[in-house]
């Protein structure tokens, strides 16, 4: 499958900062992208997906954005806190048949109080 | 309601065991899928069943099999250990098999020795 990948693989910030997160992907044919988030001995958690149609959507505290020019893809965490600390996981998928996920390697995300 | 459940937490093997690993997913969900996650790396898809039926298969060896019942559940099994099939074996599960629809269990952590 296509490749899903990410810019940097840690990132500390400071509580109450907002996290951005950053993913780039190489196949334009997903219709689906995924953030999740894995704590320590856990599956991983969804946490907000966008159809390839958008560029942006938002939820609780966390925003997606999408750039299909650049195929770039990114998660924005508003007042981070210690419960956010956790590997974040992008995730592209295609409703083709193929259903399946494509997850890139993980961003480590270290708050600091 | 509960949410994806495997079994074992945990399990430890030796080198050519078989081993079976069981997955029961969200009540009234018809799909699962299987996912293999080595340490430090994004999940990797294995199989996809729906209505007990197969309906994708990752780039893994035939050592690798599974099945769903008719209550939905499911079993991955993996003959022949290798010390590099070590890893976190993740279970998701979804009503219709889409990739973007699914919830992940807490995994079955397998160590080959």
């Known amino acids: 499958g296509e490749s899903v990948g990410l810019h940097l693989p840690t990132l500390s910030v400071q509580e109450g900062d907002n996290s951005i997160i950053n993913c780039a992907y190489s196949n334009s044919a997903s219709d689906y992208f995924i953030w999740y988030k894995q704590e320590s001995g856990k599956g991983p958690q969804f946490i907000i997906d966008i159809r390839s149609n958008m560029d942006k959507r938002q939820g609780q505290r966390v925003t997606v954005l999408l750039n299909k020019t650049v195929k770039h893809l990114s998660l924005q965490i508003a007042a981070t806190q210690p419960g956010d600390s956790a590997v974040y996981f992008c995730a592209e998928t295609r409703e083709n048949g193929a259903n399946n996920l494509f997850f890139g390697t993980g961003t480590r995300l270290t708050v600091i109080p | 309601d509960a949410g994806v459940t495997q079994s074992p937490t945990h399990l430890i093997k030796t080198r050519g065991q078989h081993v079976t690993l069981r997955c029961s997913p969200i009540?009234?969900?018809?799909?699962v899928s299987w996912y293999q996650q080595v340490l430090g790396q994004g999940p990797q898809f294995i199989f996809q069943?729906?209505?007990?039926?197969?309906?994708g298969r990752g780039n893994f060896p035939d050592r690798f099999s599974a099945r769903q019942f008719p209550n939905y559940s499911s079993e991955l099994n993996v003959n022949a250990l290798l010390l590099g099939d070590s890893a976190l074996y993740l279970c998701?599960?979804?009503?219709?098999?889409?990739?973007?629809?699914?919830?992940f269990g807490p995994g079955t952590r397998l160590t080959v020795l």
């Open positions: 998701a599960s979804s009503f219709f098999p889409l990739g973007h629809e699914q919830f």
């Open positions: 069943y729906y209505e007990k039926e197969e309906r």
């Open positions: 009540s009234g969900h018809k799909s």
